[in-house]
């Protein structure tokens, strides 16, 4: 008679994940723990999800302009969930990167895309250096090494980097030549965020803070506010910040103030977006700006407005500072902006989050319809760009607000339920291997 081999497989261990110890992935892992106790999900499931499938730490030399000038680097790239197609997710040049930093956001980015229904599992990458101190050549340096030291992870089968905090589409073209180089022929479809004139997708510049402002209209309406008559405070000034205040603006939105690294700019009347757009491009910072009151950047969350849109960097909305924001709905277009903590008292006091694994996924979006056209080798135009991007985002706010009423919970649990539901399918159905 056989062994019989119906017994269930209780892990012995937890997986925790040890190696990625840092806050950051301490919050992601909260999150998901809470959302799957809730949900009932399968333990050795929830132990897979727990953890990325592979992570890769790099330490590399990097020489300055100062040619006697040579440090070394730390450099990272995680790959959450390879179940479901590639990975996908960006890079970003950060001071504080690190490992479980980056392992927390490729958990993310594994969430956001099965939100929105993209064929990718997450990942992320970065560089622990500041982009700011760099000259353009270092920067070039910097990207093509770093590059080189992941070149076996990446490709448009297997993981395809975009750009994030302090990268941009200057560095994923860098990226995509080195790339092409290393294998002898020109590969657009390696990396997404690239310039159109090199297999860039039309509109993915502007993707991820037009995404966010798609949403405003259906959040507005959950708070019975006109979004017509909204004042928006946007903290970050960057690729997402921008294209929020110019999409918020362009819908009839009145927004007050941006901030950046330098400061907070504020006029109670609204800003004139497209001259403050003129001024950091020529200045590079806020700071100087003359139409407008100068603040600290960290006042801009306590102003008085109806719209709040963290767009820079994480852990800025926390338990010391939560009870003194004003707001009404809180659109997260940075990733991981608020804690746990912060979340749990804002939304005591019937503050409308709308989470980042939603509201920026508008990001990855078009960078999947970028990778689909790079593959194809088929552009489309920019109206379809959009109307595609419309479609995309505001139906997933309707799939989570749907769940959230159904389910009585808040729009984060509830994203969190449609991302983790589908993927933990596909991974039952997929078994294991052998
Ligand atoms: P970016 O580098 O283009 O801009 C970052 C902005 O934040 C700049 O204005 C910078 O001055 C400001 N900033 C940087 N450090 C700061 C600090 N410590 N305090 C206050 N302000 C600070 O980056 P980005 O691409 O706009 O990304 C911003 C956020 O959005 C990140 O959390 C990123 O992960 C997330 N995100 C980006 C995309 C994308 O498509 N670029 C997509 C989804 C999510």
Same mark, same amino acid.
């Given at each position: 008679m056989g062994v019989r081999m119906t017994k269930t497989l209780t892990p012995v261990v937890k997986a925790v994940g040890h190696e990625f110890d840092s806050p950051m992935y301490h919050e992601a892992v909260g999150q998901f723990d809470r959302v799957a106790r809730l949900m009932g999900l399968d333990d050795n499931v929830a132990d897979r999800l727990r953890v990325p499938q592979k992570s890769t730490t790099v330490s590399f030399p990097f020489r300055h302009d100062n040619y006697s000038e040579v440090e070394t680097l730390f450099g990272y790239r995680v790959q959450h969930l390879t179940t479901m197609g590639p990975t996908k997710g960006g890079i970003r040049f950060a001071p504080d990167v690190d490992l479980g930093e980056v392992a927390a956001l490729a958990m993310l980015m594994t969430w956001k895309c099965s939100i929105v229904g993209l064929p990718f599992g997450g990942a992320k990458g970065g560089v622990r250096l500041d982009p700011m101190q760099l000259s353009r050549a270092e920067l070039q340096r910097v990207t093509r090494r770093f590059t080189m030291e992941i070149i076996h992870l990446i490709?448009? !089968?297997?993981d395809i980097p975009a750009p994030d905090l302090g990268t941009n589409e200057q560095v994923m073209a860098w990226m995509m030549d080195t790339y092409s180089q290393h294998v002898g022929h020109s590969v657009p479809a390696v990396v997404t965020g690239k310039p159109p004139s090199l297999g860039g997708s039309v509109a993915r510049r502007e993707a991820t803070g037009r995404g966010i402002m798609f949403l405003l209209p259906q959040a507005a309406a959950i708070r019975e506010l006109d979004p017509k008559d909204a004042t928006v405070a946007i903290h970050g000034f960057g690729n997402v910040g921008r294209y929020a205040a110019i999409a918020g603006n362009q819908m009839g939105a009145r927004v007050v103030a941006v901030s950046d690294i330098s400061g907070a700019v504020y006029n109670p009347d609204g800003l004139k977006i497209e001259t403050l757009t003129n001024w950091v491009d020529e200045n590079r910072f806020l700071e100087g700006y003359p139409d407008a009151d100068h603040l600290d950047?960290?006042?801009?969350?306590?102003?008085?407005? !109806?719209v709040l849109v963290p767009a820079a960097v994480q852990n800025v909305i926390r338990a010391d500072n939560a009870d003194n924001i004003q707001a009404k709905i809180i659109l997260e277009g940075a990733n991981a902006p608020t804690t746990i903590e912060a979340d749990d008292m804002l939304r005591a006091r019937e503050v409308l989050m709308v989470p980042d694994i939603l509201a920026n996924a508008g990001g990855v979006t078009v960078s999947y319809f970028e990778w689909v056209q790079d593959v194809q080798k088929y552009f489309w135009t920019e109206n379809e760009v959009v109307a595609r991007l419309r479609e995309i985002m505001t139906r997933a706010f309707s799939d989570v607000h749907n769940i959230a009423l159904s389910e009585n919970v808040d729009l984060r649990t509830a994203a969190l339920i449609k991302g983790i539901r589908k993927v933990a399918d596909a991974k039952l159905v997929r078994g294991i291997f052998p």
């Open positions: 490709g448009p !089968d297997t950047g960290d006042e801009l969350f306590f102003l008085p407005v !109806d």
